[in-house]
T-cell receptor, first 112, second 114 residues
Framework: GESVGLHLPTLSVQEGDNSIINCAYS??????FIWYKQESGKGPQFIID?????DKRQGQRVTVLLNKTVKHLSLQIAATQPGDSAVYFC???????????FGTGTKLQVIP | NAGVTQTPKFQVLKTGQSMTLQCAQD?????MYWYRQDPGMGLRLIYY???????DKGEVPNGYNVSRLNKREFSLRLESAAPSQTSVYFC?????????????FGNGTRLTVT
């Protein structure tokens, strides 16, 4: 089955620097990817999504890059702020309600 | 606009006890889901409801039952709680008839079974 994994469990970044969080997936049939942010004690919050027919999508201070050749996606956060401190995880959809696979998450720590 | 509301926020049960986790959404979404989140593991789907009147098993349905009471509400029941069901439970909803749209999550119910 599909597996989704993040490369680093913890990432520490200086305030104002850019952050890059990586995610790898295993199923080449995955056609939709989502990044979520989860703050302590809260539910996951949608950040940005990308479909497999795209390789880049930008939002407010965030960019998602998709490399289907190596089955890798990344989330870039520009000018990281203390409020960005959270666990970030990616999810991959490969057709059907049951086929959303979530990664385990990378904890982003912003150093003031 | 409250989004997805879950009750209770915290619960402690003894093995063998039963309880129902409540979930309601006010976004007029068709689909609703129950996930559990355990340390070191990604969110795992317990049950989902594609639309009012339908429910289906997800990845880890054993020990759980669900009811889609109406379009707004989707409850999760533990008939006989076990320590392995200690987890954080999240309810979610999505707009379209498929999960191609993002999931909107509640803030979770933290359940401990002793």
């Amino acid at each position: 089955g599909e597996s989704v994994g993040l490369h680093l469990p913890t990432l520490s970044v200086q305030e104002g620097d850019n952050s890059i969080i990586n995610c790898a997936y295993s199923n080449s049939a995955s056609d939709y990817f989502i990044w979520y942010k989860q703050e302590s004690g809260k539910g996951p919050q949608f950040i940005i999504d990308i479909r497999s027919n795209m390789d880049k999508r930008q939002g407010q201070r965030v960019t998602v890059l998709l490399n289907k050749t190596v089955k890798h996606l990344s989330l870039q956060i520009a000018a990281t702020q203390p409020g960005d401190s959270a666990v970030y995880f990616c999810a991959a959809l490969s057709g059907g309600y049951q086929k959303v696979t979530f990664g385990t998450g990378t904890k982003l720590q912003v150093i003031p | 606009n409250a989004g997805v509301t879950q009750t209770p926020k915290f619960q402690v049960l003894k093995t063998g006890q039963s309880m129902t986790l409540q979930c309601a959404q006010d976004m007029n979404h068709n689909s609703m889901y129950w996930y559990r989140q355990d340390p070191g593991m990604g969110l795992r789907l317990i049950y989902y409801s594609a639309s009012e009147g339908t429910t289906d098993k997800g990845e880890v349905p054993n020990g759980y039952n669900v009811s889609r009471l109406n379009k707004r509400e989707f409850s999760l029941r533990l008939e006989s709680a076990a320590p392995s069901q200690t987890s954080v439970y999240f309810c979610a909803s999505s707009e379209a008839g498929t999960p191609i749209s993002p999931l909107h999550f509640g803030n979770g119910t933290r359940l401990t079974v002793t």
